[in-house]
């Protein structure tokens, strides 16, 4: 059973300016509405523990294109059964994004809990009611941007650090020892959402 689980979802961002820094242009972008149902198609291969932990990664925004930012972070959260409980900044050391607002640095994780009533110290970093490892777990962390919404390598031993496995990453982009990985860029499929399989059903009505 899943203990912890870690999401980097393709939010449906606006972003301008030259392609290598426009998601567009990056990868396929996908509507809330299809997250969740490409996630609950992952999700109903496996099984979460009723005591777990949520990594999301967010837009550090409210607003951005087709998405809310954090809102919609906080929103998939819940649709999981999960309660957020704080965010984590990667604060990039080397360079941002530009934005009208200025150059935009920082880059949101959202960690949410599950747990049953009375089972509260079962979700804190090491089963107790503060970490073992309380000096080292803060609630930041440092390294620099590489290549395009590419997360550190770090932030899996961040992870590790903190929360208990068996450890599940959707949308995952390689495979790491120890953690059970989907995604496109791993196995080369995405579930179908609702909306792809009732336009495909309109296509075969065409030439029926």
């Not at 291969?45 to 294109?65: D, K, M, P, R």
Request: glycine fraction near 8%.
């Amino acid at each position: 059973m899943i203990r912890t689980l870690l999401l980097d979802p393709p939010w449906k961002m606006c972003s301008g300016g030259r392609s290598s820094i426009n998601v567009h242009y990056q990868y396929p972008l996908q509507t809330q509405e299809e997250i969740k149902e490409t996630v609950d198609g992952w999700l109903s291969q496996v099984e979460i523990c009723e005591e777990a932990h949520l990594y999301l990664w967010s837009i550090n925004s409210f607003s951005t294109g087709g998405c809310r930012g954090i809102l919609d972070a906080v929103d998939l959260c819940s649709h999981l059964n999960f309660r957020p409980i704080t965010l984590i900044p990667w604060v990039k050391t080397n360079i941002g994004n530009p934005t009208p607002y200025g150059m935009r640095a920082v880059e949101q994780c959202l960690f949410g809990v599950r747990n049953r009533q009375g089972k509260i110290r079962e979700v804190a970093w090491t089963g107790g009611s503060v970490a073992n490892n309380l000096s080292s777990s803060v609630d930041y962390f440092l390294e620099p941007r590489t290549s395009h919404s590419k997360k550190p390598e770090r932030f899996y031993e961040y992870i590790e650090d903190r929360s208990h496995g068996p450890y599940l990453e959707l949308y995952a982009r390689n495979r790491r020892p120890g953690w059970t990985a989907f995604g496109n860029e791993v196995d080369g499929r995405l579930p179908k959402t609702r909306s792809q399989t009732e336009s495909q059903k309109r296509q075969h009505s065409l030439w029926d």
